[in-house]
Structure formats: C-alpha cells, structure tokens
C-alpha cells in the first residue's frame, strides 16, 4: 500500500466557489493508503509547492494526488515538485476538479460529490502506480515547413537564421501565397509585390532553406524530433537546372486558353507556364491536362523553341525522404466558394467579383494591365458596390460563424485606392460592423470615409439583380434609416469570407494534428501555447490556424519559428515513460495491435515462450519503445488483454472505475 498525500486547490473561487473543497479534504483522508490531505488557495504557487514537497519529505509520501485543474495546465508543474522533493514523477496524479467539475456545475451539493468521486478515482489508481523513467530520443537538426505563403517563408528564413537547415515544401509551382497575388497592402498601402519579392529572394538564396515547389508532403511518420517525411515532387516536365526561365516556350505553346489560377480565372495562361513574373523559381511547369502533346501526342512546340534543352516530357514524379526534428504547418487560406450565395448573382453576372479578383483586377500585372473596368464589357466602372461579410459571421450553415477579420480593413483599402485612382467613381460600403482593431486600422478607415469621401451604409443587401441593359440593381436595407435602398451598380465587390485551405484536413490527418470545426489547426492552448499544436513537435503559422493580416501572420510565423528552434536546440528529448508493454504469455500474434498502431510502433517476433511449463516458440508482438507515443489504441484493440500501457494500466483504469462506482 502506498502512502498518498492528497492536496486540494481552491484555484481562487474557480473551484472553491463551487466545490466545498473541505469536505473534498475530509473525504480523501478516509480512502485507503492516505495518510495526509489539505487544502490551499492555490497549489501551484510558490507556496502550495512548498506545502506539496514539505509533506512529501516529512511524512515520507510514496504517493501525490493533486485534486486543482486539468493535468494540462499544472500536471508537469506538479511532478516537478515532485521530484524535487524525491519522489518518482509518475507516482503523482490529478484529479480534474476544474474543467471537469465546478466550471460545468452550478450546485454545491453535487459538484462536491463529483470532486470527492474525482479524487477517490485518482487515489485509487495511484495506489497501483509505479515508478517510470522517461527514455530519450534524439533530436534531428532540420525543419519542415509546409506551404510557402509568407507565414512559411517567414518561419523558414527565421529558422534557417538560427543555423538549421530548414525545407518549404509548397504545393503549387511557386513560393508566395495569396500574398503575392495582392495589389496594395494595408495599412501603409505598400506594393505587395515589393515587399513580398525580397523575402522569396532571399528564401531562396539562403544556403540553409532549400524549396520544393509544386510538391507535396505525402507520408508522415515518427515524432517529435524524429520525424519521417515522403515528399512528392510533381513532374514540371522541365528540368530545373537546365532551364534558363527565358519564358519562349510559353509564348510559343498553342495552347493557350486556360484560366490563370494566378489571375483567379479572370485571365488565360499558356499549357506551360511561370505563374507570374516574380516567380520563385522562375520555371515553368506544363500542366499535363492541357497540354497538346499530353492529350494528343502532337505539338512539341516548347521542346523545339526552348534553347536549353528543358523540356522533359519524360520526367515522373519524384519522392524524396528526409528526416526532421520539427514540422511548422503554414498552409493557408483560400476564399469560399459562393455557390450558395445567388442572391448575389456572382455565377450569372461578370462584374459580381470577389475581393481577391478585384486585386487582380487592379493589379498592373494583371489581366488587365491595372485598369478597373467591367468584366462584361470593358467599360470603366461609375458606380462600385462592396458588400462585407458575404458568408463571414454568418447564423446559417450556408456561411462561416466567425469574423474573416481581413475584409473591413481591404475593403476600406479597395474603396481608398479606387477613389483615388478614379475619383469620379461612386463607392459605396455595405456594412453590418466596421471592426478595425489593428494598430492604425481605425484611422485608415476614416481616412477611406473622411478624405476619400466613401459611402458607408450599414446595411444588408439582400439582392442582386443584373439588369437588361448590363448594370446590377442593389436592393439593400439601410439599418440606421430602417428604410430600403435600390441603386445602381456597374461593379459588385464580394468580400468573401476566408477559410483554411480544404488540404489542411489531409495534413492534420498526417501529422495527427487537431483542426477545429471550422477546419482552422487548433492550437496546444488558446492563450499560452498559441502557435503549438497539441501534437508535440508540430507548430501553427499564418491563416492555417485562423484568419490573420499580414502583420499578424508575420508575428506569428516567428513565433512558430522561435518555438521551432527551441525544439532544434536540444540535442536529445525526454520521451514519454507511459508506453505500451506486451505479455508474451498473453499475446496470440493476430497483428491487430500492430493494424491500430498509428505510430507503426508495433513489429512481430518469433520468441520462445515458457508457458506453465511448456517451452515453445511463439508469434509475439514487440513495441519499440521509441516508437509508442503511448495513445493506448493497442490496448483497447489487442482481444487477448496482452498490451497494457504502462502508467495507465488496465489494472489501474479499472481500479478506477471501481472507485467511481463505489
Ligand atoms: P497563404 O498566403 O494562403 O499561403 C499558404 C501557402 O501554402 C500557399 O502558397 C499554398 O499554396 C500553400 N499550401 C496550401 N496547402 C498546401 C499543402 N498541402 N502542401 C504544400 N503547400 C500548401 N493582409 C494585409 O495585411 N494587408 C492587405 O492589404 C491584405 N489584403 C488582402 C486582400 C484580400 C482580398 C485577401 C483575401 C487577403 C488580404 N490580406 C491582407 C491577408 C493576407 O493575404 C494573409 O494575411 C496572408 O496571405 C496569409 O499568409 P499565409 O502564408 O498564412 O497563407
Ligand atoms: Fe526554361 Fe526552356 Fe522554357 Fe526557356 S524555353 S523557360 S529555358 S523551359
Ligand atoms: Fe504547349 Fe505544346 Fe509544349 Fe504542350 S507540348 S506545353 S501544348 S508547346
């Protein structure tokens, strides 16, 4: 029997206000094996681990429980006075008396009971814990970075700054993102480009990052510090080093009516083809599904034209392996698609656009040279309609419940740079909130109202109708007026809401990463752990973990990269003592612990087994210690009750439960 010490926090009045935790005290000294219980304000101060080391010390406790709030917030801080104090850390165990108690319940009476039960549950296993030791596991010097928007080139060249080698493995054939599909920038109102490009340079002149792009991450395995990654090289069809980035094969490829992803569809691209100018690396990829020579066997243009002998029809798909110590995941956003949205007629007419494509649209490279005009018919735009939160903030499942938090302040942007480039165009702003929290953001949007003159309405618009003659007819209710509103309109923006890029579901999968219900990578703790997935050794940077500018992301991408670091520094990790232990005695060798194990930690050895007497050579199941992330999957799965987790065995949870229903 252990001597177990039990110690019950006030957290203030979080649990106090609720719990009557006295009683919770007088109750726990009666379990067996205790032979001290009190209580504290606050145990993990200072103070309660000096109260926590004291009796440890003093009453010679071979046991600790802990009854305060989840074992996510305080458990290691509690261990570690532990061992402090001489004890064996995993001889310590916490009874969620918090989160799982007085948080969710309003009556004392019954959140009392439930504390004690919590608290006799944790005594009860206790009672079996044993000593553990944590094992060690090397750490690898290189980091991953998925996409290469700024949030990922931002957390590579940090990384890389810090002396490790660092890969970006981005999907399409250049690094830059929605970034560098941007005209302008708030809330300076700097060329996107300008900025952007001297980062993408020198990402990819630093001798430690090496870039692949239009390539994806394919298999993960292994864990914090020792992960293994397939990454897939698409074939571009054009050799890398060979080619020159001449661009005389896009010109000179027939094919040449496809929509530009770049452009947002608004402009054409060749069947082989550099995204945009400033294109990192300033290859070209032929996309197979329209090219000539793919589909028919004919043509061969580019290959004849280019110079340096690029163009490899041949090329196939290539997977590299490579090991890494930390993953940074930084893959982005994209805008919804608004195929649920008719009332505002963006499928039926050519001048409904989306935000994004106004940054084509007014953007000197793209498709139309700069110029703001009509997708219709080529005429300059007199009267522009914005309309916000078109599927943000929204109380049916058509939308998104949250705020993109980007769109008032680009919006605002739109508007200003529109009437300043055409001041003789009407603008006008429908708005449920103007929410500009940022550094400058208020004053930049009453610069848009107060200089440049923008009509701002708050107000829903209901409808879009195109009109015979080719113009739209807004038909909106003015919310302070309370009165309906028609007007004319030549151009209808959508500020579309954001969400994650639809990949990110593949990749946390991958990884074993949590995504929220909106799809957005959820982190190890809203407030203090922002940047850290709950998966160790993986890190948050840019829109993939929620909607963000650009200053927001860029300080976040250096977060991720610095809590990167951090891990790259160590050369060994401590592992996790509570892993899987299979009894040979038990085991039958039926792999299906083996099929379960997400961490393929799990292999099958012939062994020779005593068995009461008789010897004889059996199929087992071996866990590699290294390998078992101790998830307990096996445990649950194995039909014999031969894998049992050590620190959580199956003697314990039943003891447990035991404790509960007593
Ligand atoms: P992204 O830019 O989306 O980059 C993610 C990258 O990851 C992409 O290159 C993508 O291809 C890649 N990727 C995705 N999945 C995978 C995968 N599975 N494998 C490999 N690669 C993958 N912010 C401002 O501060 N000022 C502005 O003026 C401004 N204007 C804006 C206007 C509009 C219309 C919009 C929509 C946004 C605007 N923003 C602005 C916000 C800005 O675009 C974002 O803050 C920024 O782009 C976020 O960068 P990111 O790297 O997180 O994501
Ligand atoms: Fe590269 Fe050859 Fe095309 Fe020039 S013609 S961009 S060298 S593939
Ligand atoms: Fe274009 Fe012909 Fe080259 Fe295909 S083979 S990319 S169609 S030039």
């Not at 809330?187 to 990819?204: F, G, N, Q, R, Y």
């Not at 066997?297 to 034209?305: D, E, H, N, Q, T």
């Not at 670091?565 to 990790?573: E, R, S, V």
Request: hydrophobic fraction near 35%.
């Amino acid at each position: 029997m252990q001597k177990i010490g039990v110690f019950v926090c006030h957290c203030g009045t979080n649990i106090a206000g609720t719990v009557d935790v006295k009683k919770v005290v007088e109750m726990a000294a009666k379990e067996p094996g205790v032979v001290h219980a009190e209580d504290y304000q606050y145990m993990c101060s200072e103070a309660g681990q000096s109260k926590i080391i004291a009796a440890i010390q003093e009453k010679g406790l071979t046991g600790v429980v802990v009854c305060s709030c989840s074992p996510r917030m305080h458990e290691a801080t509690f261990r570690k006075a532990a061992e402090k104090a001489g004890l064996n850390p995993y001889m310590v165990e916490i009874a969620n008396i918090r989160e799982h108690c007085s948080w969710i319940h309003k009556d004392m009476q019954e959140a009392t009971e439930k504390a004690v039960i919590l608290a006799r549950a944790a005594i009860a296993k206790v009672n079996l814990n044993a000593p553990l030791k944590a094992g060690e596991s090397r750490v690898t010097k290189r980091a991953l970075v998925i996409g290469g928007g700024i949030a990922g080139i931002q957390s590579a060249l940090d990384i890389a700054d810090a002396g490790y080698e660092v890969d970006i493995v981005e999907k399409t054939p250049s690094i830059g993102g929605r970034m560098s599909q941007l005209d302008k920038t708030f809330p300076t109102l700097d060329c996107s480009a300008c900025i952007l490009t001297p980062k993408m340079v020198e990402a990819a002149a630093h001798e430690k990052i090496h870039i692949y792009t239009f390539s994806e991450v394919e298999k993960v395995s292994g864990f914090v510090g020792d992960f293994t990654v397939d990454i897939r090289k698409k074939a571009r069809s054009v050799d890398m080093d060979k080619c020159t980035g001449c661009g005389v094969c896009s010109e000179k490829c027939p094919s040449k009516k496809n929509p530009s992803e770049f452009n947002r569809g608004l402009g054409n691209r060749s069947a082989i083809y550099i995204p945009f100018a400033q294109a990192i690396p300033n290859v070209p990829v032929i996309d197979r599904e329209q090219c000539i020579k793919f589909k028919t066997g004919k043509c061969g243009a580019c290959s004849k034209v280019c110079q340096a002998g690029a163009i490899d029809y041949e090329q196939q798909d290539e997977i590299v392996t490579q090991k890494y110590g930390a993953i940074v995941v930084a893959t982005g956003f994209d805008m919804i698609k608004l195929d649920k949205y008719d009332e505002y007629a963006y499928s039926q007419s050519k001048d409904v656009i989306t935000s994004l494509e106004l940054e084509r649209l007014m953007n000197a490279a793209g498709p139309t040279g700069g110029h703001l005009e009509r997708l219709s018919d080529g005429r300059a735009p007199k009267n522009i309609v914005f309309v916000q939160c078109v599927g943000s903030r929204c109380a049916d499942e058509r939308g998104k419940s949250y705020c993109s938090k980007i769109c008032c302040m680009y919006t605002a942007k739109h508007a200003m740079l529109i009437r300043d480039k055409y001041p003789d165009t009407n603008v006008t702003v429908f708005y449920i909130d103007v929410r500009t929290p940022g550094k400058n953001f208020d004053e930049f949007y009453r610069r848009a109202v107060e200089d440049y003159g923008v009509n701002y309405v708050k107000g829903q618009v209901g409808k879009v109708l195109p009109q015979p003659d080719g113009s739209l007819l807004v038909q909106a209710s003015d919310l302070l007026d309370n009165r309906q509103i028609k007007m004319e309109a030549d151009l209808v923006v959508l500020a579309a809401a954001i969400e994650p890029n639809p990949d990110v579901r593949r990749i946390a999968t991958m990884l074993t990463a949590s995504i929220d219900t909106n799809n957005f990578l959820t982190e190890a703790h809203a407030k203090l752990r922002p940047v850290e997935s709950p998966t160790a050794g993986i890190f948050l940077s840019g829109v993939c973990q929620g909607p963000k500018d650009i200053p927001e992301t860029v300080a976040q991408a250096g977060a991720a990269a610095v809590k990167a670091i951090g891990l790259l520094a160590k050369d060994k990790l401590l592992t996790n003592p509570c892993t899987a232990q299979s009894d040979e005695l038990l085991c039958n060798g039926c792999s299906q612990c083996a099929n379960v194990c997400p961490y393929g930690a799990i292999s099958y050895e012939e062994k020779l087994v005593n068995d009461h007497g008789i010897r004889e050579t059996r199929r087992v199941a071996v866990v590699n210690n290294a390998l078992c992330q101790g998830c307990g999957a096996c445990t649950v799965t194995c039909p014999s009750g031969a894998m049992d987790l050590q620190g959580f065995s199956n003697r314990q949870i039943i003891s447990e439960v035991d404790a509960i229903c007593r």
